[in-house]
C-alpha cells in the first residue's frame, strides 16, 4: 500500500521554497527528524493507524449481516431466560442486564400494554421494559407463531 505526504510549500527568504511535511492525521507540520516522518506524534500514529481500517474495511454480506444478528438475538434471549430462571417476571438493574453483554437496540418485537400502554421489547418469548430509575423488568409471555 503506498502512502503519501501531504507537503505544504510556503514562502521562504525571497524566492527560495521551503517544504514542510504535514501530519497525515491531524494535517499539522510533522517537524524534524527522519527524512520519511509521516505525524507529528506518536499519539497521531496511533489514532491514524486505530481509525484506517475503519474506512476500508469491506462491507459485509447480507448472509454473514443475518447470520451475526441472528447471533445476537438469541444471545440476548439466552440471557433473558438465564435472569428470569424459573420465574415469569424479575426486576434487575439496567447495567447489569449490560455487563452479561446484553444488546439493547436488537429485538425481536415491541409490544404496548393495554391498561397502561407501556412498552415492552421482545426476543422472541421473553421481553423486557426500561423504568426511569434505570432498571429493567423482565417478562415472559406465551410462545405465538404468527403466520
Do not use: H, W
Not at 476500508?56 to 439466552?78: D, G
Not at 428470569?84 to 447495567?95: A, E, I, R, Y
Not at 421482545?122 to 415472559?140: H, S
Amino acid at each position: 500500500m503506498k502512502v503519501c505526504c501531504f507537503i505544504r510549500v510556503e514562502p521562504f527568504l525571497n524566492d527560495y521554497v521551503m517544504e514542510e511535511k504535514l501530519c497525515l492525521n491531524c494535517g499539522e507540520p510533522v517537524g524534524s527528524g527522519r527524512k520519511d516522518k509521516k505525524y507529528c506524534s506518536d499519539a497521531c500514529k496511533t489514532d491514524y493507524n486505530n481509525n484506517k481500517g475503519e474506512s476500508t474495511a469491506p462491507e459485509m454480506s447480507l448472509a454473514r449481516y443475518m447470520k451475526r444478528v441472528q447471533q445476537i438475538l438469541v444471545r440476548n434471549r439466552e440471557i433473558l431466560d438465564e435472569c428470569l430462571g424459573d420465574k415469569d417476571t424479575v426486576s434487575m438493574d439496567k447495567q447489569d442486564l449490560d455487563g452479561r453483554g446484553f444488546i439493547f437496540k436488537y429485538f425481536t418485537s415491541r409490544t404496548r400494554t393495554k391498561k397502561s400502554g407501556e412498552i415492552y421489547c421482545f426476543n422472541f418469548e421473553l421481553g423486557y421494559k426500561e423504568t426511569e430509575d434505570d432498571r429493567v423488568i423482565i417478562v415472559r409471555r406465551e410462545r405465538e407463531i404468527v403466520i
